[in-house]
Every structure is written in C-alpha cells, then in structure tokens.
Nanobody, 125 residues
Framework: QVQLVESGGGLVQAGGSLRLSCAASGRTFSRYAMGWFRQAPGKEREFVAV????????DYADSVKGRFTISRDNAKDTVYLQMNSLKPEDTAVYYC??????????????????WGKGTLVTVSS
C-alpha cells in the first residue's frame, strides 16, 4: 500500500501561483510514477501531470503545459506541482496519484492504483 497526503491548496487570484505537495508513505516511493489529476464540479477526473520514478521523464496535459511543473524528491518521498499563471478554469480538487507504471496508464483515472484525498484549488477571476 501507498498512502498519499496532499497539501498546498487554497484560494488564489487569476495569474497567481500555488505549489502543491504530496507526501507518500508505505511502499518504496522511488519505484512509483507519481502524478496529479484534478476534478472540477460536475466534471470527470482528468490527468494533469506525471513524473517517472527517477524524475527524468515528465508528461503534462495540454491545458497546463508551460504553466505547471511537476517534480519529485525521492529522499523526502514527496512530489510537487508548481502551478503558475493560474486561470479560473484551473479551479478543481487536485488529487495526488501513484502507480507502478508510466505511460498510457496515466490517461485514465480508472487505471491508477493509489490516490490521495485531494486538495482544493480555487482561482478567482
């Protein structure tokens, strides 16, 4: 089992920045791809970003490319999501996720093994 706890959500004005953190515990953190999904009210959970075990490969949803950056610190068992130039449409609950695989698995929330409980990000216009 992998336990994931998110932090860093909050209220920010459009154009502002937030950094989300996700602390992992349980199985060996460094062996998992880690990432973020988000879910806005009335919408399905959607992929945001993923980073491979060693941090050398990353992938982003088109909607956040150039604005969001995912990173990880395996020594601290933590993954981060730096969100810049935030827009009102970024408003959602952001979920940290972990899975042993990297790649197409991350395009569907239903294929991910482990989830955090989420942290709310609200971007005001």
């Amino acid at each position: 089992q992998v336990q994931l706890v998110e932090s860093g959500g909050g209220l920010v004005q459009a154009g502002g920045s937030l950094r989300l953190s996700c602390a992992a515990s349980g199985r060996t953190f460094s062996r998992y791809a880690m990432g973020w999904f988000r879910q806005a009210p009335g919408k399905e959970r959607e992929f945001v970003a993923v980073i491979k075990w060693g941090g050398g490969m990353r992938d982003y949803a088109d909607s956040v490319k150039g604005r969001f950056t995912i990173s990880r610190d395996n020594a601290k068992d933590t993954v981060y999501l730096q969100m810049n130039s935030l827009k009102p449409e970024d408003t959602a609950v952001y979920y940290c996720a972990a899975d042993p695989t990297y790649g197409s698995t991350w395009r569907s929330a239903g294929d991910i093994d482990y989830w955090g409980k989420g942290t709310l990000v609200t971007v005001s216009s």
